[in-house]
């Protein structure tokens, strides 16, 4: 079955510890993508990748961090610098990293920060 | 960048009603219009999408417009079943983007 994991569906952390949230795809697509997802706000983009070795910041970017050593894989950071890192957090795939072809999405991480 | 506004935030519908999402974006040169279906506490899912040489686009109970000159594009589901109770969000891409647009969200109940 091809798709895109992530893990773990629920995390909890303290306060002013760093998180490392785990996005894995067997699609073979160049690009990946990470979303935050806050009631009432939509999806916004915290940082993309179009190809491995390579990431930009999307429009949330601070207080996280991500890298891209392989193709499958695109673990997403969140740092004690993130103000409100409680969230619904969501990665992506596409097969193209032009942005004119479908997203898929993975089922997601609920994050509680306390 | 692209700015994408989605209406209504939430809608009911009788089961076997209609119903009717309109979405409007503001860079012209966005090309690609995605619409997508999330049920609780899962990721979202493609149910359609159109793109900019295209006016409409249908499969089966649901049905896409693209009004480029006004720019703003309708996400029509016919004949609703409980099933169809989600959130609903729309987006747009610029042709020279790299990125998605999303609108905030429609949440969509049919009521049997």
């Known amino acids: 079955d091809g798709g895109i994991t992530q893990s773990p569906k629920y995390l909890f952390r303290k306060e002013g510890q760093n998180v490392t949230l785990s996005c894995e795809q067997n699609l073979n697509h160049d690009a990946m993508y990470w979303y935050r997802q806050d009631p009432g706000q939509g999806l916004r983009l915290i940082y993309y990748s179009q190809i491995v070795n390579d990431f930009q910041k999307g429009d949330i970017a601070e207080g996280y961090s991500v890298s891209r050593e392989k193709k499958e894989s695109f673990p997403l950071t969140v740092t004690s610098a993130q103000k409100n890192p409680t969230a619904f957090y969501l990665c992506?795939?596409?097969?193209?990293?032009?942005?004119?072809?479908?997203?898929?999405f993975g089922p997601g991480t609920r994050l509680t920060v306390t | 960048g692209e700015n994408v506004e989605q209406h209504p935030s939430t809608l009911s519908v009788q089961e076997g009603d209609s119903a009717v999402i309109k979405c409007t974006y503001s860079d012209s040169a966005s090309n690609y219009f995605p619409w997508y279906k999330q049920e609780l506490g899962k990721g979202p899912q493609l149910i359609i999408d159109?793109?900019?040489?295209?006016g409409e686009k249908k499969d089966q109970r649901i049905a896409v417009t693209l009004n480029k000159t006004a720019k703003h594009f309708s996400l029509h589901i016919t004949e609703t079943q409980p099933e169809d109770s989600a959130v609903y969000f729309c987006?747009?891409?610029?042709?020279?983007?790299?990125?998605?647009?999303f609108g905030t969200g429609t949440s969509l109940t049919v009521i049997p």
């Open positions: 992506a795939s596409s097969i193209d990293p032009g942005g004119e072809y479908e997203q898929y």
């Open positions: 987006a747009a891409t610029p042709f020279t983007g790299n990125q998605f647009y």
């Open positions: 159109i793109r900019s040489n295209v």
